[in-house]
């Protein structure tokens, strides 16, 4: 690959993750803007991608259409939100870009949308994007499948006071990384809700506890407790940097590959794909 060849379109680059990804751009040399989009209502529409962070100018105009940012893009960058995840995906087929999708909170329909977009073109569909939080799920999964449900295994994320999907994506992946390791399914086994509950924790259970508020980045522990022990595997972030360095490259490594759906394991070398 390249510089030449990544062109970059951040859908959503008035949020707190494209602020981020700003900054990302500028650290691989040769990487270079191209579009942008903010919701429809915001007041940075027709205005500098760089404006609503205070940064240089980018001679981007930020617009509320994504098929006009994704025009000459080499790969979008999406951290929206889920009812416009079609919208974006329908954007990228159309002009042949491949997408680095990081919004979080999508259900069943949206998820599926994702999957039939994928065979169109080459998607990383990544709840998380930083490094160490992949290489959480993988020790997660080892972890899950050594000790077996003789370990309670319990989820816990912390995020800022402002985000919306709860659990967040993060977690709902660690907690499939752990199902897949017990060789189960997550639907099944997830306990999301304890109130009023009036029954003594149900073996095999995977629990989920959330934490929303100030202006936490994500913290991300899961524990499996067993008698007379306890073993942590923690991940905290402290700057959105780590996400938006991870969103780049796989933005990098999605150049010239054949549609699909990939993740972060593949991006990082993780899995075993061919």
Same mark, same amino acid.
């Given at each position: 690959?390249?510089?030449?060849?990544?062109?970059?379109?951040?859908?959503?680059?008035?949020?707190?993750?494209?602020?981020?990804?700003?900054?990302?751009?500028?650290?691989?040399?040769?990487?270079?803007?191209?579009?942008?989009?903010?919701?429809?209502?915001?007041?940075?529409?027709?205005?500098?991608?760089?404006?609503?962070?205070?940064?240089?100018?980018?001679?981007?105009?930020?617009?509320?259409?994504?098929?006009?940012?994704?025009?000459?893009?080499?790969?979008?960058?999406?951290?929206?939100? #889920?009812?416009? /995840? $079609?919208?974006? !995906?329908?954007? *990228?087929? &159309?002009? +042949?870009?491949? %997408? =680095? @999708?990081?919004?979080?909170?999508?259900?069943?329909?949206?998820?599926?949308?994702?999957?039939?977009?994928?065979?169109?073109?080459?998607?990383?569909?990544?709840?998380?994007?930083?490094?160490?939080?992949?290489?959480?799920?993988?020790?997660?999964?080892?972890?899950?499948?050594?000790?077996?449900?003789?370990?309670?295994?319990?989820?816990?994320?912390?995020?800022?006071?402002?985000?919306?999907?709860? #659990?967040?994506? /993060? $977690?709902?992946? !660690?907690?499939? *990384?752990? &199902?897949? +390791?017990?060789? %189960? =399914? @997550?639907?099944?086994?997830?306990?999301?809700?304890?109130?009023?509950?009036?029954?003594?924790?149900?073996?095999?259970?995977?629990?989920?506890?959330?934490?929303?508020?100030?202006?936490?980045?994500?913290?991300?522990?899961?524990?499996?407790?067993?008698?007379?022990?306890?073993?942590?595997?923690?991940?905290?972030?402290?700057?959105?940097?780590?996400?938006?360095?991870?969103?780049?490259?796989?933005?990098?490594?999605?150049?010239?590959?054949?549609?699909?759906?990939?993740?972060?394991?593949?991006?990082?070398?993780?899995?075993?794909?061919?």
């Amino acid at each position: 690959m390249t510089s030449s060849e990544l062109r970059i379109a951040i859908l959503g680059v008035s949020g707190r993750m494209g602020g981020a990804l700003l900054k990302a751009i500028d650290e691989v040399p040769g990487a270079k803007l191209v579009g942008a989009t903010a919701s429809p209502g915001s007041q940075w529409i027709g205005k500098d991608a760089s404006a609503s962070h205070s940064g240089a100018v980018r001679n981007v105009t930020t617009s509320r259409d994504a098929a006009f940012a994704v025009r000459e893009a080499t790969v979008a960058i999406d951290f929206t939100l #889920p009812n416009v /995840t $079609a919208n974006n !995906l329908d954007a *990228a087929i &159309a002009a +042949g870009c491949a %997408v =680095v @999708l990081g919004t979080t909170g999508h259900d069943d329909a949206q998820r599926q949308r994702v999957v039939d977009a994928s065979s169109r073109i080459p998607i990383v569909y990544a709840p998380n994007t930083s490094l160490g939080v992949n290489l959480l799920l993988k020790l997660v999964e080892l972890a899950a499948a050594t000790l077996g449900d003789d370990y309670d295994l319990e989820i816990f994320e912390a995020h800022h006071r402002n985000k919306k999907d709860a #659990p967040s994506g /993060t $977690a709902l992946a !660690l907690g499939r *990384a752990a &199902a897949t +390791g017990r060789k %189960v =399914v @997550l639907k099944d086994v997830a306990e999301f809700d304890r109130h009023a509950h009036s029954q003594a924790r149900q073996k095999g259970a995977i629990g989920f506890s959330v934490f929303r508020g100030g202006d936490v980045v994500g913290d991300h522990t899961v524990s499996f407790a067993g008698i007379g022990e306890r073993i942590e595997l923690t991940h905290k972030a402290s700057d959105r940097m780590a996400f938006a360095r991870g969103a780049m490259q796989a933005a990098q490594w999605l150049v010239g590959r054949p549609a699909g759906l990939y993740s972060m394991s593949d991006v990082l070398g993780l899995n075993t794909r061919t």
